[in-house]
């Protein structure tokens, strides 16, 4: 097997190892699930207020 080879084996052994890691892991949340909604409950009414807020832009023109 070639150095190349080698090296292309290694680095998939590694994503395997990680990908198996981070399986474990996927469970824990860094905050409940109810602050995620919020954020993104926020998130969007700030779009729609920067939207709303530009909505006469077209008309000036």
């Known amino acids: 097997m070639t150095d190349e080879h080698q090296q292309e084996d290694d680095v998939h052994a590694t994503l395997i190892a ?28 700030a779009m ?6 530009f909505r006469s832009v077209g008309t000036r023109h």
Request: aromatic share 12%; proline share 9%; hydrophobic share 60%.
């Open 18 to 45: 990680a990908a198996g890691t981070a399986a474990e892991h996927s469970d824990a949340l860094p905050f409940p699930p109810v602050v995620f909604g919020v954020g993104a409950f926020v998130g969007l009414l």
């Open 48 to 53: 729609l207020l920067v939207t709303y807020a």
